[in-house]
């Protein structure tokens, strides 16, 4: 007896398509397993399932026993030829879950063509019906289970039935809104009794159409699933918490400073600064908010910024407005490149622009009521950083270079490389769980030499240290010396005459630009990079 009961009483409906009246109605016989015809198909139960299979071919007539859904299509083809006859048939069912081409010839390119669900190529003389069959019910066992765990987590009351406001607290969470008018639509295409009230066979039934017509649910899916799938693809790594949990908390510092000079105020400057736990973190995060605004919202605190510094002079409000149409087009590409992620950014974040001094913020911000979802979302990858780095010691990062001279002094100088950055500055620094992150190295998978030389930088566990020095005299011995003292302007001639001309069509405002930053923060982690290029486009 099943420990599923809905699993018993499961019909799996099969399409079998060949290129001929006989050679279907043979693959449904051989599929079914029997030989009984019954109003135009072919039955047979078996432990836990009822096989139908009903037969197609070209220009096969109408009033042939029809499915409203099907679970699977086997199409028995020779070769080539024969997918001509019938490619149209299938592309046209594109919907159905599991798409098998049952040949000797070699159809896997075909199948790889036919994304949605299941499609494969299996060769005739390799595999039995039976082994086919039981390829069918396995593939839709877990599409069925993968629907009844949806149906499960929507149906809180747990009566069997999906009904409004388990529809609103879904939608909630994942940071949608439902108005009636949208769910008496929705419910009103799902239900058979137009009760407003969708049971599992009717959300099945719906599901397995291709989901059609009802644009809340297959919202809610949509997001759903994605949600689950970032859960699983962003960080899959299996990891051993014990490992962890035994891991000695041993501490390291490293401070390494190279420099010719202090630069107080950089020409040019590159900057990686990250934070992960700790209270100097909730302190960056406070000092960095407080730039654009007197008063930082706390609640506000998972975001994405990308900041944009302007000269001085720019008018900021049509530089936000450019940014803004920027972004909407940015975005509009991202919605039909990656429909899916698109609508899991835009479900899960708002957007927002802010104006200050000479500087717009384009703001991604986490809507307050999908914070924990999201938090659940990232989680695999936030417990690793939990065991990478310890509550009680300040896990940071900092990288930070900056040259004294500007672009626009190099260019007009027309200074040479060695020229240009001699009066510059190094900084790295360096507070993590020296045996915690060896842990994690040896946990994920073999680095080969990377894995050493990563290992080697972690010793020994303290290290500060500061040298003054020519950058020339550094990192550039005598025999490449003259390929580093070259003029520079050439970089301006392939600004201005390659790439900004490009770029202002979408941009008019491009050449004002001083510099740009990223920044995200989220529960644990903030992190920004910033990059100062004053002159650079002018």
Not at 267 to 293: H, P
Request: hydrophobic share 40%; net charge neutral.
């Amino acid at each position: 007896m099943s420990d599923d009961p809905w699993k018993n009483e499961t019909n799996y409906n099969v399409v079998c398509l060949s290129t001929s009246d006989s050679s279907a109605t043979q693959l449904c016989k051989s599929i079914s397993g029997s030989d009984s015809l019954w109003r135009g198909y072919y039955v047979k139960n078996y432990e836990h399932h009822r096989i139908v299979t009903y037969p197609r071919y070209p220009n096969c007539p109408k009033d042939l026993p029809h499915t409203a859904y099907a679970d699977a299509l086997v199409a028995e083809l020779s070769g080539p030829e024969d997918f001509k006859l019938v490619e149209e048939y299938i592309r046209a069912r594109g919907r159905i879950h599991c798409i098998i081409f049952y040949s000797n010839y070699d159809f896997s390119e075909q199948a790889k063509t036919f994304r949605k669900g299941v499609s494969m190529w299996l060769k005739t003389s390799e595999n039995n019906f039976k082994k086919l069959r039981s390829i069918i019910f396995s593939e839709g066992d877990k599409l069925n289970k993968q629907i009844r765990q949806f149906f499960d987590e929507i149906d809180i009351k747990k009566n069997g039935f999906i009904e409004k406001e388990e529809v609103e607290l879904m939608a909630s969470k994942l940071g949608e809104n439902v108005s009636d008018e949208e769910f008496k639509n929705m419910s009103a295409i799902m239900s058979n009794n137009k009760d407003c009230k969708v049971d599992f066979n009717e959300f099945v039934t719906w599901w397995k159409l291709g989901r059609q017509n009802t644009k809340v649910m297959e919202r809610l899916i949509k997001l759903n699933l994605l949600t689950k799938q970032i859960t699983k693809d962003v960080y899959p790594v299996d990891f051993h918490l014990e490992d962890f949990q035994q891991a000695e908390e041993e501490s390291y510092h490293q401070y390494l400073k190279y420099y010719s000079s202090t630069i107080e105020n950089p020409g040019i400057q590159l900057l990686f600064n990250a934070f992960v736990g700790g209270d100097l973190k909730v302190d960056e995060v406070g000092g960095y908010i407080k730039r654009f605004t007197d008063n930082p919202n706390t609640k506000y605190s998972r975001f994405v910024h990308v900041v944009v510094h302007f000269k001085n002079g720019t008018d900021i409000p049509k530089a936000k407005e450019s940014l803004e149409k920027l972004r909407t087009m940015g975005l509009d590409i991202f919605g039909k490149l990656m429909p899916d992620e698109a609508l899991f950014v835009k479900s899960f974040f708002l957007m927002e622009s802010i104006e200050k001094d000479n500087t717009v913020i384009l703001v991604m911000r986490l809507k307050l009521d999908v914070q924990e979802q999201f938090e659940s979302a990232i989680s695999p990858f936030l417990q690793i950083l939990n065991f990478m780095f310890s509550p009680k010691v300040l896990s940071h990062v900092l990288v930070d270079f900056r040259v004294k001279n500007s672009f626009e002094t190099i260019f007009k100088n027309n200074l040479k490389g060695l020229e240009a950055i001699k009066d510059y500055s190094f900084e790295l620094k360096a507070d993590l769980i020296r045996n915690k992150m060896i842990s994690l190295l040896k946990s994920y998978y073999p680095l080969g030499r990377s894995h050493k030389i990563i290992e080697f930088l972690l010793n020994p566990s303290d290290i500060s240290l500061e040298i003054k020095s020519a950058f020339g005299n550094l990192l550039i011995n005598d025999d490449n010396r003259q390929k580093f003292n070259v003029p520079l302007s050439f970089l301006k001639t392939i600004l201005s005459e390659m790439l900004l001309p490009k770029a202002s069509m979408y941009f008019p405002l491009i050449t004002a630009i001083d510099g740009v930053e990223f920044t995200i923060n989220t529960q644990r982690v903030f992190a920004n990079v910033k990059v100062n290029v004053p002159g650079l486009i002018d």
